[in-house]
Structures are given as C-alpha cells and as structure tokens.
C-alpha cells in the first residue's frame, strides 16, 4: 500500500498555503522537531514526479520540519514519510479525508473570549472621565462668573471711588503707589503705569476689562499686563486701603 522513507523536506511541497497554519506555532514545532530528532507522526505524501512529493496528510508538520531545515540544514534535512503507491492513492486519499474530519469533530472548540465585562469597563471609565470634564468645566465658568460679577460690580460704582476712576484719572506716580500695593514689583509697576497714561491719552477706558485688554508692557522676554485675578486682587486691596 505505502512505503516508508526518509524523504529530503527539499523535494517535498504541499497544496495547503502556509499561511494557514502561524508562525509562532510552526516555530514551536520546529525546535521540538530539532531537540527530539524527527517528526513523531510520519508525513503521508504521494509522487508527483521524480524525486519529488506532495503531501496528502501532515501539511502542518511539514511547514514545521521544513521551518526546521532552514534553522538547521543537517539536522533538518530528512523527515519520516509514508510515499503512497499510486495504485493504492485513492483509497489513502479517502481515509486520509476521513481522518481529518473526525479529528475536526473530536478536537474541542474553544470558546470565544468573554469581552462584556472589559467593555463594561471601558463604559464605566468614560462615565467617570465625563463627569470629572464636566465638573471641571462647571467650576471654570463659575471662576469665570464670579470675576465678571465683581468687575461689573465695582465698574457700576460712583466713579469718584472706583478703579477704574483710578486708572482713567490719576496720575502715573500715584498710580504706582497704587499698583505697588496690589503686588507688583516696583520696575513692572512703573510699565505699567506709564501704558496706562500712555493708553488713556487715546481714549478714555470705558471699563476694567478695557483696561486689561489694552495694558501691555515688554516684561523681560515677554509681554506683561494685567491679567483678570490680577485685576480682582487690584479691586480686593484698593477697597480696603485708604489711600490719601
């Protein structure tokens, strides 16, 4: 029916891609191939011309052995093989065809891998992070209301009071006295009340978010003016000192 052969893994090709079967399993297979000397379960292969074969059963411990000659020419080079006899090809042909589909049915199938409890993760994790943005955005609008409150505020006083009186009408000696107290250094204060004067000359500022907007002075490598927390400190102070 069949002879049994070492046959060179060189004259032997197969109809199954290789792409089939992966590489890390070929890979494993091939160093067991080489530590233990030889395939286990003999290739079943058929002639197809002279010195040459193709695999009727064992195309993936072929893959194995020939990944295993190219790791290891000598060792590799010869692999177990029952060469059928032609006569004899159809029937083999069928127990092989057999032989695979029991094997098929008998092997266990794996289960998928469960993913609903990492999507309900991944969900819960996009809650929390939207929540936390959300929070975040709430507290900076409420910042953002609370300045404007106090400059609409102050700028709704009786001018003869407030600072924006201040900026419009006094003058730039004063006012550094006035933006000293407020915290500014004695040479940024100074810029600043310059700009001031020099700003106010233009046009008149017709509110304190003006003078933000317009009060820029070169302060070392960049430009400094009068930032909006800096301006709610500027009204905290002016407010509780009496400035004579």
Same mark, same amino acid.
């Given at each position: 029916?069949?002879?049994?052969?070492?046959?060179?893994?060189?004259?032997?090709?197969?109809?199954?891609?290789?792409?089939?079967?992966?590489?890390?399993?070929?890979?494993?297979?091939? $160093? %067991?191939?080489?530590?233990? &000397?030889?395939?286990?379960?003999?290739?079943?292969?058929?002639?197809?011309? /002279?010195?040459?074969?193709? +695999?009727?059963? &064992?195309?993936?411990?072929?893959? *194995?052995?020939?990944?295993?000659?190219?790791?290891? *020419?000598?060792?590799?080079? %010869?692999?177990?093989?029952? +060469?059928?006899?032609?006569?004899?090809?159809?029937?083999?042909?069928?127990?092989?065809?057999?032989?695979?589909?029991?094997?098929?049915?008998?092997?266990? +199938?794996?289960?998928?891998?469960?993913?609903?409890?990492?999507?309900?993760?991944?969900?819960?994790?996009?809650?929390?992070?939207?929540?936390?943005?959300?929070?975040?955005?709430?507290?900076?609008?409420?910042?953002?209301?609370?300045?404007?409150?106090?400059?609409? /505020?102050?700028?709704?006083?009786?001018?003869?009071?407030?600072?924006?009186?201040?900026?419009?009408?006094?003058?730039?000696?004063?006012?550094?006295?006035?933006?000293?107290?407020?915290?500014?250094?004695?040479?940024? *204060?100074?810029?600043?009340?310059?700009?001031?004067?020099?700003?106010?000359?233009?046009? /008149?500022?017709?509110?304190?978010? $003006?003078?933000?907007?317009? +009060?820029?002075?070169?302060?070392?490598?960049?430009?400094?003016?009068?930032?909006? $927390?800096? %301006?709610?400190?500027?009204?905290?102070?002016?407010?509780?000192?009496?400035?004579?």
């Amino acid at each position: 029916m069949f002879d049994f052969a070492l046959v060179d893994v060189k004259s032997i090709t197969s109809n199954i891609p290789r792409s089939n079967f992966a590489d890390a399993e070929l890979e494993n297979l091939a $160093d %067991m191939i080489l530590e233990s &000397g030889g395939i286990i379960r003999p290739l079943v292969l058929k002639v197809t011309g /002279e010195e040459s074969y193709t +695999v009727v059963e &064992g195309d993936r411990e072929y893959y *194995a052995a020939a990944r295993a000659q190219e790791k290891n *020419a000598r060792q590799g080079e %010869m692999v177990n093989a029952f +060469v059928i006899s032609p006569k004899n090809e159809e029937t083999i042909l069928k127990q092989a065809t057999a032989l695979r589909g029991a094997e098929t049915i008998d092997r266990p +199938v794996k289960p998928l891998p469960d993913t609903t409890n990492v999507e309900s993760r991944i969900a819960n994790l996009e809650l929390r992070l939207e929540k936390q943005f959300n929070e975040l955005r709430t507290e900076q609008i409420q910042e953002k209301q609370k300045i404007e409150a106090k400059f609409k /505020e102050f700028d709704t006083q009786s001018k003869e009071s407030s600072p924006l009186e201040v900026f419009n009408t006094l003058s730039s000696p004063a006012l550094v006295l006035r933006l000293r107290s407020a915290g500014f250094t004695d040479k940024l *204060a100074v810029q600043l009340a310059e700009s001031v004067a020099k700003e106010r000359d233009k046009r /008149e500022f017709d509110s304190l978010k $003006d003078v933000i907007a317009r +009060v820029k002075v070169k302060y070392g490598k960049r430009d400094q003016g009068i930032s909006s $927390d800096k %301006m709610v400190a500027i009204i905290d102070t002016w407010s509780q000192i009496s400035f004579s």
